[in-house]
């Protein structure tokens, strides 16, 4: 995803709170901490931010070490923020939840947790912690399901259907996977006895019930499937490590396996206007479906 330069550096101001918050460190420390998240920066560009913390109120400590001047943060400090400063704030959420990465979205969590906890006014604290759909999930069942991914596991979920009532299914867990559209977190795998994948929205994810059998072996054969994107949009679209992809003539020639239908249709609806060609024709026309279904909803909100 390409950022603006404002972006850049609020992400880079927020990334320096985190590091001042939880220990102290001299600007050599704090470029090469950077440099260890992928981003070089500059001793001048490290001065300008440690300043705009400053003008954000964060009482900014700094200690002389053998020599060398030490940054943290003093604790229990309190923030007065600005309402430019919370609208920025805001952005750079939307702009780290539109990264749709997990990680880097948990993480954001627990540095805007503690921003809110620095803060006594309430309207503040909450919009600080608001992180949307993703503020709603259980975190500690998400990294249970990621276990039971990794060993294969067939499991008996508590589920939630869409008529409010709940059922016991026995699913085997396969990835946990983020939406290609939407920001909901789903569990990837198969119903019992099943050779489908199929796609369970972890919001809707009660509890897991027990383990019904362990480690057990997925293997099917699926197709692969080809399709071609224009190039400046495949770029601009999040990496998928499942495709292959030749360049040519400006166009990016995408091989995948067919294996998930779900996020396939959803990964091809994403490209779209600026898809040429789709190998397997019942995915073509599952992918023209939803584009008239869309266009009907449209239509039908536009006329109303």
């Not at 060398?68 to 923030?79: A, D, R, V």
């Not at 809110?116 to 069942?141: C, H, M, P, V």
């Not at 939803?290 to 006329?303: F, G, P």
């Amino acid at each position: 995803m390409i950022m603006n330069m404002k972006q850049e550096t609020s992400l880079r101001i927020l990334f320096l709170l985190n590091l001042l918050y939880n220990g102290k460190y001299s600007k050599n420390e704090i470029m090469e901490e950077f440099k260890k998240n992928g981003v070089t920066v500059r001793r001048s560009s490290i001065n300008n931010y440690i300043e705009k913390l400053k003008e954000y109120d964060i009482p900014i400590v700094v200690e002389q070490i053998k020599k060398s001047n030490y940054y943290s943060i003093k604790n229990e400090c309190q923030l007065d923020l600005k309402t430019s400063e919370i609208n920025a704030s805001s952005d750079v959420k939307r702009l780290l939840i539109s990264e749709k990465n997990e990680y880097i979205i948990k993480k954001a969590m627990r540095v805007f947790y503690k921003f809110a906890l620095q803060t006594e006014d309430k309207g503040i604290r909450q919009e600080l912690i608001n992180f949307g759909y993703y503020s709603k999930i259980n975190w500690l069942l998400v990294k249970c399901l990621r276990e039971h991914c990794k060993k294969k596991n067939i499991i008996k979920i508590d589920y939630l259907l869409p008529n409010g009532k709940n059922r016991y299914i026995n699913f085997h867990a396969d990835t946990i996977r983020m939406g290609e559209w939407s920001e909901r977190l789903y569990l990837s795998g198969f119903f019992e006895g099943d050779n489908k994948i199929s796609q369970l929205p972890i919001d809707k994810i009660f509890m897991i019930k027990k383990v019904i059998k362990e480690n057990v072996r997925i293997s099917f054969e699926t197709k692969v499937l080809t399709y071609k994107v224009g190039l400046d949009t495949y770029n601009e679209a999040q990496p998928d490590e499942k495709e292959s992809v030749q360049i040519k003539d400006n166009i990016a020639i995408i091989k995948r396996p067919a294996d998930d239908i779900f996020f396939t249709i959803q990964r091809l609806l994403y490209f779209c206007p600026d898809l040429y060609y789709i190998s397997d024709v019942g995915i073509k026309n599952l992918v023209q479906e939803k584009l008239y279904t869309l266009k009907d909803m449209y239509d039908d909100e536009i006329y109303k």
